[in-house]
């Protein structure tokens, strides 16, 4: 398949994979994923991302065209859907308001339900994995560290932080406390985004807390900024604030219904 | 807040006082009742009420547990913990399917137990009782609510990292509608005067409705009233102390110790207390009206007659219980905040009233008011930490 595409430009280029834009004759643009196969849990998550994402088939995710591992070369192929539009990263001055904050948070939760449904936890959100459509719509890309709670664990018992970007990761992603991991960890990353647009700017920055650890750290300790000296507090997300960035997820929302639930009354 | 009756030896009283309208349901113990008997009893009997599984020690057949189908002894001769490795499927569906046979109001997931929980406990619950029976459940498209069963040890309460995984891990099963809270009792007195005990029950308890969780109280004795302002959805009553005051003891199928009889208690929901017969009979020739302080019901002018010979054994004191402290449950306030403020007030009352006793009789303190000092107390600490 991918010598029926032509490159048009490259995207990304990072330690593990380089992504191209390039154009197939039926399908029309699409992204092309080339990277090294690097041990066998790198194999793994692959395998489970690319399985994942053929079986989901909704314009929540990306559609996926193509799969290769070149076991020779240890490396792999991938061709999926290119998704018109912008990261949400480049599209925040879409969502200043708590309303449209709660409208994103209520299209994205649609959209993670399918994968929560599956016993699966994408420990990756953030804005740079949320591309808007040009219609609203979001579309959660990079499933690479999504946890599977049903199959074997491929992170490291030992190792002492769990995969994640650590800005945007829950306590128990950063202490790799793997039996904590559920939904209620992406609701924690959910948190952070919805304070994030609606401040603009990271609600742990220790600029914004008015302390001098770093932002991991004011995670850890659950020290966030609720209004900046320009923006005030919002009663909104203070409540979505105190029920997703606990500590402890006995003290986020229990499940996606709940989550949903108080959503629903703000947009 | 609904009121179950924890049935257990002489279940019989339970489900009678149930008939004339004491009580909301039933809990039913596959110790006391053979499993056959059980499905032939009546569905008005269980359509308000569950089952307790009762697998917290596995393979130990006490009473008619061993009746049951789902009893690993039954799936394996000498059924030990590595044997769930291939058997918990099968146990979880022979259980489900048992519950779901009697048409019972809900369907609980037995949980085990062990003196100290082995740190794989919470792991091993999932895998071999919880994931199976949801499972299974879903697979069946049954829509009965499902409860977890869960015994909180004391240092489930004390220990902050301890409270945290059991919370967690409760919190953390999507396809419960709540829990079957047992917590175990291994306090010498017969009333709970722990402060720390009882303040941390309640915050336990408030975190699991937080979450918004049935939250239904096995075995509790009289400090289900101090729990009911944590709001949880049932209490439990129970006839003989075992079944008011949960300990493992009641599982195991060769008692330690020899029994020993009690002596015979009447509770009165004006003292907030169970006072010794002996007490009662001094009261009556030393203070006139001390029949006032005992409620009224059915029972009473039997057991206040001259020559009622009181018995632990005997139905009346525990059928009185039941009537009258299924009366003030009952007619507790609705709100949290009026229910403190009533709870508050009935507090004072009985202390005052254990005054008056005390000017005639001494009480000893299983007998008296001692414990209700501390339940003020942790009231007002609770109420503080909801402000």
Redesign the interface.
Known sequence: MIRECKIIKEIAKGGQKTVHLAEHPEIGPVVIKRGAIKSFTSLERIKREVELLSELKSEFYPQQYHFYIDVKLKEFEIVEDYIEGYPLRESVSQFRNPKEIFSLLNKLVNGLTIIWDKNIVHRDLKPENIIIRPDGTPCIIDLGIARFLDLEALTKTISPVGPCTPIYAAPEQLSNNK??I???TDFFALGIIALELYLGVHPFDPAYVGNEFSIVENILQNKYALNTETIEKNDKLVGFANNTLQT????RF??YQ?LNSFIAKYI | MNVYHQTGFRDKWNMECFQKGIGDGLIFSPINIDSDKLLGLNGTLKETGFLDPQLYLLNEAKGTLDSYPYFPGNLKPDFTTPDLDNSHIQLAQLCVDYQMANNFQYLVIPTRYYTDNPTSYFAQSSDYFVTPFCDFVKYNKFKKKILLSVIVKTIMLSDEEKRNEVLNWITGHQHIAGVYLIFENNFASKQIKDFDYLLNVLRFIKVLKDNHMEVHLGYTNTEALLYSIALPDSITIGSYENLRSFGIKRFRDLENSPMRSPNARLYSSNLLQWIDYEYIQAMKSLIPDYANYFDDSEYKPLMFKPDFKWHFAKPEPYKHYFTVFYEQIKSLPISQEDRIIDLKGKIKNALSIFKTIENYILLDDDSDGSHLPTWFNVINAFQKELN
């Open positions: 039996s904590l559920d939904p209620r402890q997820p006995y003290n229990r499940n709940i």
